[in-house]
């Protein structure tokens, strides 16, 4: 018996698929369930021409999506923010964030579960991978300066995290050996 699947159905098929079954499994099983309908010939016909009608619209989508990497891929966002001497940032600067920059400046509407980045904590040239449609991801390049100043040269910046690495590996040693000391004083 030749039914149309409804939703994913493991071992068995995806949804919109047509596929042959035996009658029992059909009438017991995957009818009354609604994970299946039965395959008249106009569904059947209608499911076709609405994967034909997809097929055509991905095709467009993705030109359309290729049009928008290459645009975002000559973009660059400027940001300017508080920072401390360190270039540490008061605040950071989030996804929401870069997809409203991307709006004003682009006119380019991205949703920002699709910009790969958690936030960024300090001042710097960061380059922001955005997922424009599925396969197409374009790098966007964004840099974050102090309010009212220019971004210090390449040197520095690396100096500022080396020196924020390493008193942060100090406070967690330091850390460290409270929790021992404390250990040692209970035993």
Do not use: C
């Amino acid at each position: 018996m030749e039914i149309i699947l409804l939703t994913d159905v493991d071992k068995l098929g995806l949804k919109g698929e047509v596929v042959d079954v035996k009658r029992g499994y059909a009438r017991n099983y995957l009818l009354p369930r609604r994970l299946a309908e039965v395959a008249t010939p106009g569904r059947v016909a209608e499911i076709k021409r609405i994967d034909a009608e997809r097929a055509r619209h991905e095709a467009r989508t993705a030109d359309q999506a290729a049009e928008i990497a290459a645009t975002l891929t000559k973009t660059v966002l400027r940001f300017e923010v508080k920072a401390g001497p360190s270039g540490a940032l008061f605040g950071s600067v989030t996804t929401t964030d870069i997809a409203e920059e991307l709006w004003r400046t682009r006119k380019i509407r991205v949703d920002r579960r699709k910009i790969d980045l958690g936030t960024i904590k300090r001042i710097g040239r960061f380059s922001v991978p955005i997922q424009v449609y599925e396969g197409v991801t374009a790098e966007v390049k964004t840099i974050v300066v102090p309010e009212g100043g220019e971004l210090p040269p390449e040197e520095e910046l690396l100096a500022m995290e080396a020196a924020d690495a390493a008193e942060a590996a100090k406070a967690a040693a330091a850390a460290e050996a409270a929790r021992a000391e404390t250990d040692e004083a209970l035993a």
